[in-house]
């Protein structure tokens, strides 16, 4: 099923094969995703196409300056002298959070009760999220005009990042001539429940468990300030979990968390430039843990 579902978004995304298996093994762990790159490198068609091959539900939401948490959650209306609430775009599957850092702190925030506990409040009612939820989120460089830093309390709730690949002169000429259109694209929905009766059955051992601690016993002898919350431990845990199923595999191994931690850590790491983020993992903190055979 996964080969397929890779291949059909290739035919959109050219040359990051990579990054569609690592946002379908964050999606198959219930995790969100944040995306930064400059305007029109393919964050949103990405996005979509990954949505429309799954067959699920999606919305965008372009962020701006003067969005409003109401435009995003909903609001309530008098209609036949009753209160009715009027469900925002966030109520979908999978919501396209375009340029996350183009908003106010305070439409930011509107997504972090969503992310977390996959409800929204409002006016003191609680509404559930359909499911499955996710978050695609992207943002432009922080160097670009009109951008604010993300809180932590938001980018904790990404379970990963990365941008897009830059393409070499053959993917271009690909991408080029590539007419194949979203629009028709016609999938099925997937069997969400017994996509998690699935990842429920991988193994977990309990050396795998160890390293995950002991990787946070390094991170944290390093004297920098990189911030690994217990959300991030599940995360690194259930990340390792959807790759492993991705990779049509029914167990975890050392090597399919040390595939997947650099994005796990990209946007918990500040103190360095994003190019020097992946390095920094493999050889501070993974290459400094002996594996135990």
């Not at 925002?88 to 969503?114: C, H, M, Y």
């Not at 991170?219 to 049509?248: F, P, T, V």
Request: one cysteine or more; glycine letters at 4%.
């Amino acid at each position: 099923m996964f080969n397929g579902l890779i291949k059909e978004v290739s035919k959109s995304i050219i040359g990051n094969e990579d990054k569609i298996k690592l946002t379908l093994a964050a999606i198959l762990s219930e995790g969100s995703v944040l995306i930064e790159d400059n305007p029109g490198s393919g964050k949103t068609t990405l996005a979509k196409a990954i949505t429309l091959n799954l067959g699920l539900g999606f919305k965008r939401i372009q962020f701006t300056s003067d969005l409003l948490p109401s435009d995003i959650l909903g609001f309530n209306i008098f209609k036949n002298e009753e209160l009715t609430f009027q469900k925002g775009p966030i109520f979908t599957n999978i919501v396209l959070a375009d340029e996350l850092n183009r908003g106010s702190p305070k439409s930011q925030s509107a997504f972090l009760e969503a992310m977390e506990e996959k409800n929204v409040s409002v006016d003191g009612v609680t509404y559930k999220l359909p499911e499955p939820f996710f978050v695609i989120a992207t943002q432009n460089p922080m160097d670009s005009s009109g951008t604010s830093t993300l809180p932590d309390s938001q980018l904790d709730r990404f379970m990963i990042s990365f941008s897009l690949s830059d393409l070499n002169d053959q993917d271009k000429v690909t991408m080029l001539k590539n007419n194949h259109d979203l629009n028709n694209i016609k999938s099925e929905s997937i069997d969400w429940s017994k996509i998690q009766q699935a990842k429920k059955k991988i193994n977990t051992s309990d050396e795998i468990y160890q390293y995950i601690l002991e990787i946070e016993q390094t991170i944290k002898s390093l004297d920098q300030q990189i911030y690994i919350s217990a959300r991030c431990l599940k995360q690194i845990l259930d990340l390792s979990k959807g790759w492993a199923l991705i990779n049509n595999k029914d167990y975890v191994t050392h090597q399919d968390i040390k595939e997947v931690l650099p994005y796990l850590l990209r946007h918990r790491i500040k103190f360095l430039k994003q190019e020097e983020k992946f390095d920094f993992v493999n050889h501070e903190i993974l290459s400094k843990i002996n594996i135990k055979r």
